[in-house]
């Protein structure tokens, strides 16, 4: 194990002498900024010699992972650090992956990278890390992981303990029909709903964000081979109750998916690397004044390289523009499309921004309490002319569901107009279900079908459903999709747009959600239309 791979001892280098930590320790005992080291005198800043002085009372074990994370980079707190032969080629095992043998029964023929994924996933918990596969969206990191699960199955490794799979809700039948599709030798069972149960048989267990947090206390008693985490920024905020839980949950191998590793900040990228190998960044603290300080404030580009190095063998990110990885894939297409308000909206909106102006005017920011309640003030006055320039009816909740009231729903009809002349289909984002309710009623008023309509609110069957007749069905032109509850994990190639109605704040979310379209399986172009 990591315990026994390496092992390391401090010495001093005084110029081109190097000498034992012991020698050190005395020579800095009788030292007071000029040391003298045989016939040679060498003068210490103040600053140095308190720093070693420091270093040399503190306990000098090294964890196995700060001594791992110490050969990666290849320094220790700025200083270089010298190799053996041993850890050299130790090193280079970890950073290259041996083309490891397909599983017999794998229903699905790999891509290249995809072999490489799952076989740089079996090699790293054969020797006891944990991954991270990050890979683009649309690569199709489900099929590495489930190729990877059958290796384990076909190895005798699910024999007595399980897999466990924790996925968004939406993704459950999704996850199922993946396996059944492509490793039908793998038995599946969803863990989830009223009268939840855990029967005998299975191979992997299935199971929600919520019930894994709700039911931590049933699941991690059970002896898991491995917990998968789907759309692995679900656990970014560590602090968080549904990641403490996760995290609790023991395992002989761990595996993150996701496809934006890094959302906002970089603490959310250690959250995940310590849920697939707890202690390789360190605490939350150490990582913040190692890494996320010097990279985030200072642009310390030389830290940057070192996490990359540090996190390189057990991270796997591959990115869809590049050509290298996937050549077949179509272009995406993004435009701003820019809608003009009608004079209702523009009215409401100018008396709505007054008035909240005045009432974040007159707070006292200097006060801390009253600073935080201007924030939630901005925050509220945002999200309310957002809904005015979506319709003033989601916004006044008056029932007035005129589609001539808004200037963006006039500008969907045109979209909407030449899509399905041209007899394609289209996938629309909002973030609000009020708003993906009253779309659904002007589209079925205009074109005669009332488009379905994916939110939190519908049942697993009803998801699965929609999927698939959106999927299969040609006369299922338009899907309406709420962002929270569709914007992850879907597969819906059969739209060749994606309308994102009104934009989230956070451009990765945003993206996430256009690559339910642009992914493998995709034949053609994909045109992104983005409403402001």
Known sequence: NLNQMLDFEWQMALGDTVMSEEDFKKLLKKSDGLIKYKSRYIYVGK??????????SSPGELSAFQILRTALSGEYEGAKVSLDDEVKQLMKELTEVKEIPLPENIQAE????????????YRNSKIGFGSVIADDMGLGKTLQVITTLLKYKEDGLLDEKKALVIAPTGLLTNWQAEIEKFAPSLSTQIFHGTGRKIEKGFDILLTSYGIARTDAAKLKKMPWHSVIIDEAQNIKNHDTAQAKAIKTFKADNFIAMSGTPVENRLSELWSIVDYSNRGLLGSAKDFKEDYSTPIEVFNDVQVAENLKKVTAPFMM????????????????????VFSTLTAEQAGLYEKTLEKALMAIEAIDAKDSKELFHRQGLVLQMILALKQICNHPAQFLKNNITDPALSGKVDLLFDKLDTILESGE?????????EMGDLLQQFIEKRYGDRPMFYHGGCTLKQRKEMVNNFQNNPADKVFILSLKAAGTGLNLTAASHVIHYDLWWNPAVEAQATDRAYRIGQKSNVMVHRFI
Request: charged share 35%.
């Open 110 to 121: 790999l891509r290249p990278y995809q072999h490489r994924g799952y076989s740089w996933m």
């Open 47 to 56: 600053e140095d010699l308190e720093k070693l002085h420091k270093h040399f």
């Open 425 to 433: 289909k289209v996938l629309i984002f909002t973030q609000f279900r």
């Open 317 to 336: 990110r591959r990115l869809k523009s590049d050509k290298s990885i996937i050549s077949d894939l179509p272009d995406k297409i993004e435009m701003d």
